[in-house]
């Protein structure tokens, strides 16, 4: 790779916004029918598989939650990766957050990531910087109606940056469909990813092992 390339890799940045693996506190929702403490332990499955598809992919944030788990989530940290709390408020007080830092160190492309698809490969990366180049904003749609990635360009207006996540109805089946109405209205380009299914029930997690049968393996090491 030439000086160039290297350059504009250095402009962008992913951000994954993880948890600290505890009990009770992680996949809530599957809890109610696995128990807190296996629920844990798949939530540590599924960022683990996570990141081993993207270790590749370089510069990489780990954005923990809450602010104290640091220690709880450096086991994943790669070479090179930088760790950051996520600091206070609701989810969409956090993305702003991340986004602003992000583009105040001078980074022109930043997508984020959560850690309920672990589904995400290289490639879905590659395509929201692609699409960058064009467009203002990137999402990558739930079955769920939420949202696996969101992707945005340094150019647009820090005003525009926080109406995307001002108003939203989070935790809802409107939250990505409520997300492409802000940004419409803000005149902003919009591009669509592949839809993934998030982890969040028994059910998704059952389903998710039928499609890849060494997640149960890596579960019992």
Same mark, same amino acid.
């Given at each position: 790779?030439? !000086? &160039? +390339? *290297?350059? !504009?890799?250095?402009?962008r940045?992913? =951000?994954?916004? *993880?948890?600290?693996?505890?009990?009770? /506190?992680?996949? &809530?929702?599957?809890?109610?029918?696995?128990?807190?403490?296996?629920a844990?332990?798949?939530?540590? *499955?599924?960022v683990?598989?996570?990141?081993?598809? =993207?270790?590749s992919?370089? $510069? @990489?944030?780990?954005?923990?939650?809450?602010?104290?788990?640091e220690?709880?989530?450096?086991? #994943?940290?790669?070479?090179? #990766?930088?760790?950051? $709390? %996520?600091?206070?408020? +609701?989810?969409?007080?956090?993305?702003?957050?991340?986004f602003?830092?992000?583009?105040?160190?001078?980074?022109?492309?930043?997508?984020?990531?959560?850690?309920?698809?672990?589904?995400?490969? $290289?490639?879905d =990366?590659?395509?929201?910087w692609?699409?960058?180049?064009?467009h203002?904003? @990137?999402? +990558? $749609?739930t079955?769920?109606?939420?949202?696996?990635?969101?992707?945005?360009?340094?150019?647009v207006?820090?005003?525009?940056v &926080?109406?995307?996540?001002?108003? =939203?109805?989070? /935790?809802?089946?409107r !939250?990505?469909?409520? &997300?492409v109405?802000?940004a419409?209205?803000?005149?902003?380009? *919009?591009?669509?990813?592949r839809?993934? %299914?998030?982890?969040?029930?028994? %059910?998704?997690w059952?389903?998710?092992?039928?499609?890849?049968?060494?997640?149960?393996?890596?579960?019992?090491?």
């Open positions: 790779m030439n !000086v &160039t +390339g *290297v350059a !504009v890799l250095q402009r940045l992913l =951000i994954v916004f *993880v948890k600290a693996p505890r009990a009770g /506190s992680v996949k &809530t929702r599957l809890a109610q029918s696995v128990g807190a403490e296996a844990c332990l798949i939530y540590q *499955v599924l683990g598989n996570l990141l081993r598809h =993207i270790d992919l370089g $510069p @990489v944030q780990l954005r923990f939650s809450p602010d104290d788990a220690k709880d989530i450096r086991r #994943w940290r790669r070479k090179g #990766w930088v760790l950051a $709390p %996520q600091g206070s408020g +609701g989810l969409g007080r956090r993305l702003m957050a991340a602003r830092e992000a583009f105040a160190a001078g980074f022109e492309r930043v997508a984020i990531i959560g850690s309920d698809s672990p589904e995400i490969t $290289p490639e =990366i590659e395509d929201a692609a699409a960058l180049r064009e203002d904003v @990137v999402l +990558g $749609p079955k769920d109606g939420g949202y696996w990635l969101i992707a945005l360009r340094r150019v207006p820090d005003r525009k &926080t109406q995307l996540f001002k108003g =939203i109805p989070w /935790s809802t089946e !939250v990505f469909e409520k &997300t109405e802000q419409q209205a803000k005149k902003l380009r *919009v591009h669509r990813l839809e993934l %299914q998030d982890i969040d029930t028994e %059910q998704d059952k389903a998710y092992l039928r499609r890849n049968a060494f997640a149960e393996i890596k579960l019992r090491e």
